[in-house]
C-alpha cells in the first residue's frame, strides 16, 4: 500500500493522456517528482498518476473522454524572474498551447494555467492604491506578464 505526501490533493481528469502531462509538468517545474500511480492493465495507459508539482499534491485520473479541462480551474506558478516566466510561459504553449489574457495560458493538453511574477501581487496588493491600479491597468493590457512593464506602470509618476 502506497505512502502518499498529502491527504488532500487536486485531481484532473484526462482521456489517456494523464501521465505524459504530468511528466511534462514535473519536467518544468523544481522539485517535482512521481509518487505513485494504479496500472490496472499494463497494455494501457496508467488509470491514476499521483505527482508533485513544486511541494504541491496532484492526480490525475484518466478517466475517459467524458469531461474536459476549463480555464474555471488553473494551475497557478508564482515566478521569481522574467526568464523563469518566459521559460514556463514558452514552454507551457509550445505545440498547441494557447495564450489568453493577464498570466493565463492554456497547454497542449487543455490545462490552464497562470503565470505570475511575484511581484504583480505585491504591486496590487500595496497601500498606494493608486499605483496598483496603475500596474492592474498594464497587466490588463498583457498576455505574458513582464514585470519591467508591470513596475514602469506601478512607478510611474
Not at 15 to 30: K, M, T, V
Not at 97 to 104: D, P, V
Request: aromatic content about 10%; overall charge negative; some cysteine.
Amino acid at each position: 500500500m502506497p505512502t502518499l505526501s498529502a491527504k488532500v490533493r487536486t485531481c484532473l481528469w484526462f482521456n489517456g493522456n494523464g501521465h505524459e502531462a504530468a511528466a511534462f509538468y514535473i519536467s518544468l517545474l523544481p522539485e517535482s517528482y512521481f509518487e505513485d500511480g494504479y496500472v490496472p492493465n499494463p497494455e494501457k495507459a496508467p488509470l491514476v498518476v499521483e505527482f508533485m508539482l513544486c511541494g504541491a499534491p496532484f492526480m490525475i485520473l484518466n478517466g475517459g473522454p467524458t469531461f474536459t479541462h476549463s480555464p474555471a480551474a488553473s494551475i497557478s506558478v508564482l515566478t521569481k524572474t522574467q526568464a523563469e516566466t518566459d521559460h514556463l510561459w514558452s514552454s507551457l504553449t509550445d505545440n498547441g498551447g494557447e495564450e489568453s489574457m493577464c498570466g493565463w495560458l492554456k497547454d497542449r493538453f487543455g490545462v490552464s494555467w497562470q503565470i505570475v511574477p511575484e511581484a504583480l501581487p505585491m504591486m496590487l496588493s500595496s497601500d498606494d492604491k493608486i499605483a496598483a491600479q496603475r500596474a492592474q491597468a498594464a497587466m490588463m493590457k498583457m498576455k505574458k506578464l513582464n514585470i519591467a512593464a508591470l513596475e514602469a506602470a506601478f512607478n510611474q509618476q
